[in-house]
């Protein structure tokens, strides 16, 4: 209600003063405005080059490792502020408007080290260093979660974060030492002046740094986004830039005219329906999970597994579905629902089913100026059962091989209907047509007559061998996925996840 106030106030400033032309936001406690860099700038190069803040590491250079780990601070609804962990090699500079940027040299005060730096030194955490400042921020982040971290907790907010020397268990102790849900260090205790400094950079302006040959732009509402894409059709969209950050750190593309979604006004709305759960396009990764999760448990466990912490916080649904990859998670899991995708130009609006956005290899059925606005998902029926499966190298932070989703429509103990979609096993993500087919009819206690739908995969997909796996051995994935979906849906005695099999041991 609050946000939504602010933005009515915020629009009405829009008109009376055009575009902003210098990037504004907070750091090291005062406001930073920017009105000339070039759109691909990177935050890391920012503070490394520009600001001197080479505290903050750069490892991979593409969102992997972490060192480069950076806070986001971000006014909520309720007036109080986000922390989000983010990758600063892929972030662009740009994305950081009307945000307070914390980094490693922000924590401490002169001598005095900030908590989760103290238990770092106490649990002997750190060994060579160069992982360090990006462990210390993503444990600040941690810190001032208002919940007290658990073991699951801290390793999951560690997973974008690679240490090769020191080893986990003593920075783990250190994050279960100081991380009780209850922040106290200076950074809370100033949070209204913080906060009220955020609100001062809130104007609710289109942001345009640039001229028409080289710009990055970030229109306020979705009026102004269909005007600038209209001019501008060539221009890169980016909503969380952790797919187009690459481009530019290992691709050395020069991307010189940039519209980010990050400020569009309502693009980030998610509809909890009683029937369906809409997501707008911007939604990013991290807040859209716990939703996904309510719509089977499976989501959420593909969701806690979804690139790493930083990955999702800057990450979007959006993103995920239109750079139409052949082995991102969502599309399969959300396909097999029986998601639709929705496309906007201008003022019109196309809805499709999610599987038909995918024409073929690199190629989406978006028209020039369209984006993606929004992507609904309906709920489960009571007849229905779901499951979804990610199989990667590593359990964490890992791109799928092969990815596996499945919907069951049952009468009694026969299936009426399926939908089967896969990602890894095709050009696009792609549903299973032949499987679909011979598992109507099929009864849940008679595993003989699932057969024709394992074997009917083999003429659904001709997989491909690259790095991440054979063609055989995503053929034989695909097939014991479908197959673990139907035991676990028959209700067989037998373990078939991880954690079971662990518990059982
Ligand atoms: C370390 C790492 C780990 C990752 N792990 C996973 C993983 O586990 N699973 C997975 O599926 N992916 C993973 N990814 C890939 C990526 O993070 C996701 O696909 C993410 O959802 C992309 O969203 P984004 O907003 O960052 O996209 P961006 O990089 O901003 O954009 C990606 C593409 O989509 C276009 N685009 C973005 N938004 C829109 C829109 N609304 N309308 C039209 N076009 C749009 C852009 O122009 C671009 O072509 C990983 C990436 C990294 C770097
Ligand atoms: S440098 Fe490795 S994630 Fe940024
Ligand atoms: S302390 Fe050396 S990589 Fe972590």
């Not at 770092?120 to 462990?135: A, E, K, L, R």
């Not at 984006?371 to 779901?386: G, H, I, K, Q």
């Not at 095709?426 to 739908?453: C, F, H, I, M, Y």
Request: contains cysteine; hydrophobic residues 45%; glycine residues 10%.
């Amino acid at each position: 209600m609050q946000e939504r106030a602010i933005e009515a106030g915020m629009a009405a400033n829009d008109q009376e003063a055009g575009p902003r032309g210098s990037l504004t936001f907070r750091f090291r406690g005062r406001t930073v405005a920017l009105d000339r860099f070039a759109p691909r700038t990177t935050l890391l190069d920012w503070l490394r080059e520009e600001a001197g803040a080479k505290g903050t590491k750069e490892g991979c250079g593409e969102g992997d490792c972490g060192a480069c780990t950076v806070v986001l601070s971000r006014l909520q609804p309720d007036g109080g502020l986000s922390y989000e962990p983010v990758n600063a090699c892929i972030l662009l500079l740009g994305q950081v408007d009307g945000t307070e940027v914390l980094t490693v040299e922000d924590l401490a005060e002169g001598q005095r080290l900030h908590p989760v730096q103290q238990a770092m030194v106490d649990h002997h955490g750190s060994q060579c260093g160069f992982c360090t400042p990006g462990i210390v921020m993503s444990l600040f982040a941690l810190y001032h979660q208002r919940e007290p971290a658990t073991y699951q907790g801290v390793c999951d907010a560690l997973a974008g974060n690679l240490c090769r020397c020191t080893g986990y268990r003593p920075i783990i102790d250190a994050a279960l030492a100081t991380c009780d849900g209850r922040p106290a260090d200076r950074f809370a205790a100033a949070t209204a002046e913080r906060a009220a400094a955020l609100a001062a950079l809130a104007d609710g302006r289109d942001l345009f740094v640039g001229d028409d040959h080289a710009f990055f732009a970030a229109p306020a509402s979705e009026a102004s986004l269909a005007a600038l894409y209209a001019r501008f059709p060539r221009a890169a969209l980016i909503g969380g830039a952790t797919d187009v950050g690459l481009w530019i750190t290992k691709r050395l593309r020069d991307l010189r005219e940039i519209i980010w979604l990050g400020r569009v006004a309502g693009l980030d709305a998610i509809e909890a329906g009683t029937d369906a759960l809409r997501i707008g396009a911007r939604a990013t990764l991290q807040r859209a999970a716990p939703h996904l999760a309510a719509l089977h448990p499976d989501l959420g466990e593909l969701m806690r597994r979804f690139g790493s912490r930083q990955v999702r916080e800057s990450g979007t649904v959006g993103g995920n579905i239109a750079n139409g990859s052949p082995i991102g998670d969502l599309a399969p899991a959300l396909i097999a629902l029986g998601a639709r995708v929705e496309l906007k130009r201008g003022g019109a609006t196309r809805v499709l089913p999610l599987e038909d956005f995918f024409v073929a290899y690199g190629k989406q059925d978006r028209g020039a100026g369209e984006y993606v606005s929004a992507v609904v998902a309906p709920r489960l029926a009571a007849d229905e059962a779901y499951r979804a499966f990610k199989v990667a190298k590593r359990i964490d932070e890992d791109i799928s091989a092969v990815m596996g989703a499945f919907r069951f429509t049952l009468e009694g103990r026969q299936i009426a209907a399926a939908r089967v979609a896969y990602g890894g096993m095709a050009a696009t993500p792609k549903r299973a047509a032949n499987a679909e087919s011979a598992l109507v009819g099929a009864r849940l206690d008679d595993q003989a007559s699932w057969t024709a739908a394992l074997d009917a995969l083999k003429r659904d997909y001709a997989p491909i061998t690259d790095m991440r796996a054979t063609a055989a051995y995503r053929a034989e994935v695909a097939a014991n996925l479908l197959k673990k979906a139907l035991i676990e849906v028959a209700g067989g005695a037998a373990p078939t996840r991880i954690g079971d099999v662990l518990a059982a041991l």
